[in-house]
């Protein structure tokens, strides 16, 4: 099979689930595995159709039915894993379902992953080389050390350009 090409704009034709760079960059969310990633992706993109359709508690707080038989289609997964992702998910507060028994789907409220955080503030890992900012305040990291001594640096030529003479 030989697939085609994107050409100009025919990249915007389709529709994305969009999964929070958060979930792959925060501390908070470090052994979340990839496929609970995507799953909670998948969730934040059929609140959107919760919201059109009205789906609000008497809290007024957004609610999905999303059940274990769509997880495992969506995901290619069997229901072993499809339940083990709600767990993952649970763990780390980002869903909460409300079993409503008699057979019938839990509602899930999928929470948003950003309110922990101060608006003015990012959080890194302590130990981040990413050069992001720990904090909202300007902090000259730390830098890391070069190790010359195993490094063998006076075998290493600097300026190679120059080292051996001009040649001509």
Not at 12 to 20: D, K, Q, T
Not at 49 to 74: A, C, F, H, P
């Amino acid at each position: 099979m030989t697939l085609d090409y994107f050409y100009g704009q025919s990249g915007e034709l389709f529709s994305y689930f969009r999964i929070p760079k958060a979930l792959f960059q925060d501390c908070r969310f470090r052994q979340l595995s990839t496929d609970a990633r995507t799953l909670y992706g998948i969730l934040l993109d059929r609140m959107s159709l919760s919201v059109k359709n009205g789906w609000l508690d008497e809290q007024g707080r957004v609610y999905i039915i999303y059940t274990v038989r769509e997880v495992q289609e969506s995901l290619c997964c069997a229901e072993h894993k499809a339940v083990k992702l709600f767990r993952e998910l649970e763990q780390l507060d980002l869903i909460e379902r409300k079993r409503r028994g008699l057979g019938r789907p839990s509602l899930i409220y999928v929470k948003d992953f950003s309110s922990g955080l101060p608006k003015a503030q990012v959080q890194n890992c302590p130990n981040s080389n990413s050069g992001a900012a720990e904090s909202a305040i300007l902090v000259q990291p730390k830098p890391q050390a070069n190790k010359t001594d195993k490094n063998k640096t006076e075998w290493n030529d600097p300026d190679p350009i120059y080292s051996g003479g001009i040649r001509e």
